[in-house]
């Protein structure tokens, strides 16, 4: 039988002095490429305490889990809030933490992404790791008025369609699903195995054929002039799942965007599974990997899939699980 194991290690921010919590009511760490930063929620019972006169705002957190002295690091961040509820809470935030207290007041007549996002990050000590295909984006003029820096990132992930996530103190920029997991996590180098009869809890799956989906895909091009170009191509008519495409590259005809994007809607119109799945805390996953999703009863509906959100729990009754949420089809 395995043996659970837990590291919560507490860092002062003013004297780097460190406290070990090997105790608590409850832990929940929501981690997602749709979101900027990852959250971690702590509750504690008797420990509160001891702990509301050690800790304070800003503080540094680690949360290390596994079994049988074989851990992974599941959460890097900081102290954002403690609340003396009962159970006492302490909640948590990656280096958003960090990206949140700033303040930008600068224009540019003439900037792109890549600077934009620097100029934001800058003096904070990340590792900025651009992927290779983002949009090239001239922005004519750009200004940022008295907004922090996770203000600025959130708007240009939003209005570009990137995904911006951190990965410890490295600040990864791309688009969805683009990085490399297997290189950022050496033991993810190969799909993680989910076997609906072996190795899940509980499924929240939805089964679906491509023909019985109805999904509209916007493309959009932002051309040199910082112009967007439009199209929307896929299924007419009301009930449809809106997505949305960038080009990397701009594209400047009308007709040639639309002949892409008819041949990328079929990368959301597929036949596959939809929805999340239950599972112990092993095996260890990260969002943006990718999963395959067995199930000897139906052998044929076996598929390659990226991950688009983990959540991670710990409670008293329910011990070590993850809620994984399946995204798109890998292959």
């Known amino acids: 039988m395995l043996t659970f194991n837990t590291e919560v290690i507490f860092t002062a921010a003013a004297t780097d002095k460190q406290y070990f919590l090997d105790r608590f009511t409850s832990l929940e760490i929501t981690s997602s490429w749709k979101h900027l930063g990852e959250m971690a929620t702590i509750k504690l019972g008797k420990l509160r305490g001891q702990l509301n006169k050690q800790l304070v705002e800003g503080d540094g957190v680690e949360i290390r889990l596994g079994y049988d002295g074989v851990l992974y690091t599941e959460f890097v961040g900081y102290v ?44 904070q000590g990340l590792d900025i790791q651009f992927a290779d295909k983002i949009p090239e984006v001239e922005l004519k003029p750009f200004r940022v008025a008295n907004a922090s820096a996770a203000k600025v990132l959130q708007k240009l992930k939003s209005e570009y369609g990137l995904a911006i996530y951190f990965r410890g103190k490295s600040l990864y920029v791309g688009l969805p699903y683009s990085e490399d997991t297997g290189t950022t ?68 005809n009308k007709a040639t965007l639309k002949k892409i994007a008819e041949e990328k809607i079929g990368l959301y119109k597929y036949s596959g599974y939809k929805g999340s799945i239950k599972t112990l805390g092993i095996p260890f996953v990260v969002h943006s990997a990718r999963c395959k999703i067995k199930d000897a009863t139906y052998p044929e509906r076996e598929g390659l899939y990226f991950v688009n959100e983990v959540k991670t729990s710990i409670t008293k009754s329910g011990g070590f699980k993850r809620m994984v949420k399946i995204g798109r089809k890998a292959n």
């Open 80 to 123: 954002t809030r403690l609340l003396p509820n009962q159970p006492f809470e302490i909640r948590c935030l990656d280096e958003v933490y960090h990206l949140q207290r700033t303040n930008i007041n600068q224009s540019w007549k003439e900037t792109t992404l890549q600077e934009v996002i620097e100029t934001a990050t800058q003096g």
């Open 185 to 252: 996590f050496p033991h993810l180098d190969s799909p993680i195995i989910y076997d609906l009869q072996k190795n899940v809890l509980a499924t929240e799956l939805e089964y679906r054929q491509a023909k019985d989906i109805k999904v509209k895909l916007k493309a959009i091009s932002i051309l040199k002039n910082n112009k967007k170009l439009e199209v929307t191509v896929g299924s007419e008519g009301g009930g449809a799942e809106l997505r949305t495409w960038i080009s990397p590259e701009p594209i400047s």
